[in-house]
């Protein structure tokens, strides 16, 4: 019967070996191939660099209407996600009856596991429903791409906020109670503060979803070429929709190196954003850990 | 404990519409789902056959092809999270566990369309040349799904593993069983059947996309979480399964998913056949998603009555008499 144990072992042990090759595989190819790329001609093609930025002159082969594509939708998507999900999350935690707390949890929960391309089917049919009622003239665009993103990380947000407050110990709670405070008070000034790393490493969680989305923004305004985004409702450009085009549909070599460039600097951007968000929740886990 | 006094009206109302706003969101797609039906009574959507010039707008075909994706990425997907959680788990030394567990980390944070780009260069040429066909396929996209699949699956396991482990331990090696012995005779049965960690405040590491709670069946949560994972995954089979529509019977044939077919539709003519069928095809994946989130909800629920109440009076006490995991050591072992 030593059979289990030896399976086991032989289980594990090629896991981790196939896991860590394949990943590191991809990686690899991607870093060797990409990291060339990977400097001011990517991001502004034969343009200057202020010039660039500034908008003074359009930039036509390099990634820079791409970042600035994706930075604003960014900030929309967290202008509109950012309140509601949080304090969402904050009554969860802080104020709802059980009953409220399984619905709103429930719904939550359902909303999480939720395709993305379906979220993006979800704007298509809004604008299209639109059109047919209050604006003929609507047409698929930042401003819905950010709608259907943030949509798409409320439950992230909610989930995140709520688990960092209800990850705190229970006698912070007890104490302020004793004390004689009321249940706002102690959200306010007790539960928010000391849940705060928690809950900016869930919303930086969330921005990572949103920056990597693609599925959504393919369906709802993404377009290859759009120059930089001119307003909320014009069409924009983005760093995961470039990738996707480029795999699809380059013509030349540069096109692809500069896709690989693309691809690694989106990885890199990733990377960042969930090392912030793990070095701050473990902040929160170590400060409460006696 | 929860007094009415003094709940602000304003964050009430707007937890309030925000869960509005998410059901409205999953019934708008659902009731458009059902007027498609409805419209394309003559379409016969859900046939075998898609050709448009004919009429037929038919999806079954994807939805084959999804699932025969999802469960054979599950498949994988799954056994190589079981085995990455044994590792994590004492199977390794501890710098192994600790270089997994950074990947692992580091897999959460990874952009869909990135491992698509990066296996469009490195995985399908090599298919290509080493079985043959496009390179483009079903078995080309099935593992790119498994491996994505894979850190969330192992957090899952390896949340309630961990507790379960730390739980039974001591008494285990009382016993005299090895580490190996102790997670594949008494932690990974109990995982399997069923049982609430005690501890529920184990540290819950960071599933980059949606944190993962302590399950009470962790390898069938794991499994139902993954699944729904893999039949909504939209990039991976538009960009590496080739997108043919017709059944797959070989694992090198070209497929087309459900969700692979939304991405990849962007007809111009609404209303028609073509409109049709991406709304039963977002309908459909909708359904299929939160059943199984729903599921899942009911899975850890199960074995937690309200688990933070508990947990916060029982770790304020002394240990209970009795010896620690002696219990749980006898229903693992029954098994």
Redesign the interface.
């Known amino acids: 019967m030593r059979l289990?144990?030896f399976a086991?072992?032989v289980?594990?042990?090629?896991?981790?070996l196939?896991?860590?090759l394949?990943?590191g595989?991809?990686?690899a190819?991607?870093c060797v191939?990409g990291l060339p790329a990977l400097d001011a001609r990517l991001f502004f093609g034969a343009t200057p660099a202020w010039d660039a930025i500034l908008a003074l002159r359009p930039v036509w082969d390099g990634i820079w209407p791409a970042v600035a594509g994706t930075l604003s939708l960014l900030a929309v998507t967290m202008a509109l996600a950012l309140?509601?999900?949080v304090?969402?999350g904050?009554?969860?935690a802080c104020?709802?009856?059980?009953r409220?707390r399984e619905?709103?949890?429930?719904?939550?929960?359902?909303?999480?596991?939720?395709?993305?391309?379906?979220?993006?089917?979800?704007g298509l049919?809004?604008i299209?429903l639109l059109r047919r009622t209050f604006l003929p003239q609507g047409t698929t665009c930042l401003l819905l791409a950010a709608v259907c993103l943030a949509?798409l990380v409320?439950?992230?947000l909610?989930?995140?906020t709520r688990?960092a407050i209800?990850a705190l110990?229970?006698?912070l709670t007890l104490t302020a109670d004793a004390l004689g405070l009321?249940?706002?008070q102690i959200a306010r000034h007790l539960l928010i503060p000391a849940a705060g790393p928690g809950i900016l490493?869930g919303v930086i969680?969330s921005m990572?979803?949103a920056?990597?989305d693609?599925?959504v923004i393919?369906?709802t305004g993404a377009v290859a070429n759009a120059g930089l985004p001119a307003g909320l409702t014009s069409k924009f450009e983005a760093l995961?929709f470039k990738?996707?085009y480029?795999?699809?549909q380059y013509t030349s070599a540069e096109e692809l190196a500069r896709?690989?460039g693309t691809?690694l600097l989106?990885?890199l951007l990733?990377?960042t954003?969930?090392l912030c968000?793990?070095v701050l929740?473990r902040r929160l886990?170590r400060r409460w850990a006696e | 404990m929860?007094?009415d006094?003094?709940?602000?009206v304003l964050?009430?109302a707007?937890?309030?519409?925000?869960?509005a706003?998410?059901?409205t969101?999953?019934a708008?797609?659902l009731l458009?789902g059902a007027e498609a039906l409805a419209r394309g009574r003559g379409l016969s959507l859900f046939g075998a056959v898609w050709n448009p010039s004919a009429g037929k707008f038919g999806i079954l075909t994807m939805i084959q092809a999804s699932l025969l994706l999802a469960l054979s990425s599950l498949a994988l997907g799954w056994?190589?999270?079981?085995?990455?959680c044994?590792?994590l788990n004492g199977?390794?030394p501890r710098w192994?566990a600790r270089?997994?567990m950074g990947?692992?980390?580091?897999?959460?944070?990874?952009?869909?369309?990135?491992?698509?780009?990066?296996?469009?260069?490195?995985?399908v040429p090599l298919i290509r040349d080493g079985l043959g066909g496009t390179g483009f396929c079903w078995l080309t996209a099935g593992?790119l799904v498994a491996?994505q699949g894979?850190p969330t699956m192992t957090f899952i396991m390896d949340g309630a593993v961990r507790s379960l482990a730390a739980e039974t331990r001591l008494t285990a090696t009382a016993l005299g069983m090895?580490p190996?012995?102790h997670?594949?005779?008494v932690v990974?049965p109990l995982a399997g059947k069923g049982a609430a960690p005690l501890a529920g405040k184990g540290?819950?590491p960071?599933a980059?996309?949606?944190?993962a709670?302590l399950a009470s069946r962790p390898l069938l949560s794991a499994a139902v979480?993954g699944l729904?994972r893999a039949?909504?995954?939209?990039?991976l089979p538009t960009?590496l399964a080739g997108n043919a529509i017709r059944f797959a019977h070989s694992p090198l044939d070209s497929m087309r998913t459900l969700?692979a077919h939304?991405?990849l539709v962007l007809s111009s003519d609404?209303g028609g056949g073509e409109h049709l069928s991406?709304?039963l095809a977002?309908a459909l994946?909708?359904a299929f998603?939160?059943a199984?989130?729903?599921l899942?909800?009911k899975l850890g629920r199960m074995c937690r009555p309200?688990v933070?109440e508990q947990n916060?009076g029982r770790s304020a006490e002394a240990d209970p008499p009795e010896i620690p995991g002696a219990r749980r050591l006898a229903q693992g072992a029954k098994s």
Not at chain 2, 231 to 235: E, F, H, N
Request: glycine share 10%.
């Open positions: 289990r144990e086991l072992g289980l594990g042990w090629s896991s981790l196939v896991v860590s394949g990943v595989a991809l990686m190819f991607l191939r309140v509601p999900g304090s969402c904050v009554y969860l104020f709802a009856s059980p409220e619905w709103i949890g429930a719904c939550a929960g359902v909303l999480a596991g939720i395709p993305s391309i379906v979220m993006g089917l979800f049919e809004l299209i949509i409320l439950p992230v909610v989930t995140a688990t209800e110990p229970r006698q009321s249940r706002p490493g969680l990572g979803r920056m990597e693609t599925a393919m369906l995961p990738i996707y480029t795999a699809a896709g690989f691809a989106l990885l990733s990377w954003l969930i968000a793990k929740q886990s | 929860r007094q006094h003094g709940r602000p964050l009430r707007l937890a309030l519409s925000v869960s706003l998410l059901g969101v999953i708008f797609i458009s056994c190589l999270s079981l085995g990455c044994c590792a199977l390794a192994a270089w997994l990947l692992l980390t580091l897999m959460t944070a990874v952009p869909t369309v990135v491992y698509g780009f990066a296996a469009v260069f490195l995985l593992l491996l894979v090895s190996l012995q997670l594949s005779r990974l540290a819950v960071l980059g996309k949606g944190a709670p979480l729904g039949v909504g995954d939209a990039l960009m969700t939304i991405s609404i991406l709304l977002g994946l909708l998603c939160a199984f989130s729903l899942n909800l309200a933070s916060a």
